[in-house]
């Protein structure tokens, strides 16, 4: 994988690699906690995540600039990781109010603009050397696979800790808990029959509860630390990125010291750089929408797998909920692969052969003890997205150098364009999956009568993850192509602004939440997706040409 690439992308791989698995156990569980603790509606929990995921990326502006005026590009990104780690200490502090949490929340999001853009631009630094020029779409590829390894366990890791600090205190988990409990407290709820029901299954002793309003106080309380714990993995992730970036920092370029020696490097004629710099606006433009659609995975997508999918699924269904059957799973199809494949060499046949066998073994163990249903967790259908980008990417870039070898490879501006078509037809499989369902509106807080198969959301997972990757990681390859030498960081962190744009709009989709037809939801991103689409394809041509 990392054949023939600079020791560098080593360095940047496994720092963002550790970062992200921090940062997405936190936005697996952010709406849900801003509910569970704060008793927020979907809308207004909504409207704090879509700032919030905006600031992230539009403060990356910031840091952009830091680092081109000053050139020091790996001190600013040092300086990000450290500020990001006392953001999410803050967060792993329990029985704080909504405003403590606003502060950790602002405090990871400005160290993140000091970070993710920055470390972006010295994997661009890296392959302006003309050795490995024509490695860059791979390489960032390569770079984009590692956010999502990290990003694959984040979720069942938050789960693990929540249910555990659950389980600790006498309780199960029950996703419909938290806000009835909430409107018991507030006197919003009318017949408390259901709550009784579920309070009583939720404990652990088997007593049945006498004191639904104790209950409900010591339910969110519980609940809510446990999220509050889960938050503390993504500070000691932090420590462990940091670590590994402060010791292997040295394989990377250090633009600072080259300017020095040749200021040349940063110089190009104003006409050459205008250009470019439309041409980036422009896509930077497209790429609004869809974030904005793409980002309803840990919003409204969340919301549907909580309010409207089986909480409870066959023991075959539920291998790909229990992480550690699905590893195993994973550990078999690996050594499938190694066994076949015909440039392997014996050695590696055996391990293939091993991995299999183990692999089966432990998938039998773990299927066997799985009961006639099975509790899946909302949360947990967002690691779908990065383990899909982790098998896929292979595949993807291999079509490509299918392809290129024809000299029929789509250029960087055409695959883009393509993702945001993929994207929404993503959205219309959950136009098909939403159609009969009562509206949130209706529900009126209650749960919903009718549920459908989890393999609805897996379906529109595996259709927008193909579609990512046809878009993001081609993105940041066309953005450091393009953006002139003197403007890298402030173009990658351009990106990441355009990216925020769309977290800013993510709010549209919690509104819509709760004032449409759920299927009325999702068509308002497929025509998002559509027009995006329609209009990157229209000025292709001025697209393709900024790339020579």
Not at 106 to 111: K, L, N, P, Q, V
Request: proline residues 4%; glycine residues 8%; aromatic residues 16%.
């Amino acid at each position: 994988m990392f054949k023939g690439h600079p020791k560098g992308l080593y360095v940047d791989f496994f720092s963002n690699m550790v970062e992200r698995f921090g940062f997405y156990t936190m936005m697996a569980i952010l709406v849900l906690f801003l509910q569970a603790k704060f008793g927020l509606p979907a809308d207004d929990a909504g409207i704090i995540y879509a700032i919030f995921y905006f600031s992230i990326y539009a403060l990356a502006l910031l840091g952009g600039f830091i680092a081109d005026r000053t050139q020091n590009y790996k001190g600013t990104i040092m300086v990000g990781q450290i500020v990001m780690f006392l953001g999410y200490a803050l967060l792993f502090v329990p029985g704080m109010g909504l405003v403590f949490t606003l502060v950790g929340l602002f405090t990871i999001a400005f160290g993140n603009g000091l970070f993710k853009g920055n470390l972006q631009a010295l994997v661009g630094q890296m392959y302006d050397n003309e050795k490995y020029g024509k490695l860059r779409d791979s390489a960032f590829s390569v770079f984009y696979m590692g956010i999502n390894i990290g990003a694959f366990f984040a979720p069942s890791a938050a789960r693990a800790i929540r249910t555990w600090w659950l389980t600790t205190n006498g309780y199960g988990y029950d996703p419909d808990l938290p806000s009835l409990c909430h409107r018991l407290i507030d006197g919003k709820l009318a017949e408390t029959e259901t709550l009784q029901t579920l309070a009583d299954k939720a404990t652990l002793s088997g007593q049945t509860v006498t004191d639904l309003t104790q209950f409900a106080h010591e339910y969110i309380q519980v609940f809510s630390t446990g999220y509050n714990y889960a938050f503390g993995i993504a500070a000691v992730a932090m420590v462990i990125s940091l670590l590994i970036y402060i010791g292997f920092k040295k394989h990377l370029p250090d633009r600072r010291k080259m300017v020095l020696q040749d200021a040349s490097i940063i110089q190009m004629p104003w006409a050459q750089e205008k250009k470019r710099l439309i041409a980036l606006g422009l896509v930077f433009l497209v790429v609004i929408f869809f974030w904005m659609s793409f980002h309803q995975n840990g919003l409204t997508l969340t919301l549907f797998a909580r309010d409207y999918t089986d909480k409870e699924v066959s023991p075959f269904t539920f291998i790909f909920f229990y992480l550690p059957a699905l590893l195993s799973l994973i550990g078999i199809i690996i050594g499938i692969v190694m066994l076949v494949r015909k440039q392997m060499k014996a050695l590696m046949r055996v391990v293939g052969a091993l991995l299999i066998v183990a692999g089966g073994f432990l998938l039998w163990y773990f299927y066997s003890g799985f009961g006639p249903e099975n509790t899946i967790e909302p949360e947990t259908f967002q690691q779908f997205n990065p383990i899909l980008i982790v098998f896929l990417t292979p595949i993807v870039v291999g079509i490509f150098a299918w392809q290129r070898k024809r000299n029929r490879e789509p250029s960087t501006p055409r695959k883009i364009g393509t993702g945001m078509i993929l994207a929404a037809v993503g959205f219309i499989l959950m136009i098909f999956a939403s159609y009969s369902l009562v509206s949130p509106i209706d529900l009126g807080g209650n749960p919903s009568p009718d549920r459908v198969s989890p393999y609805w959301l897996m379906g529109t997972y595996f259709i927008l993850t193909v579609a990512e990757l046809y878009l993001s990681p081609m993105g940041l390859s066309f953005v450091s192509k393009v953006s002139p030498p003197r403007f890298q960081g402030l173009m990658q962190g351009g990106w990441l602004a355009a990216t925020a744009l769309g977290n800013a709009l993510l709010f549209v989709g919690s509104s819509l939440w709760v004032r449409l037809e759920v299927w009325q939801v999702w068509s308002v991103f497929v025509i998002c997706c559509l027009l995006s689409a329609a209009f990157i394809f229209s000025i292709m041509k001025r697209l393709e040409s900024a790339t020579k």
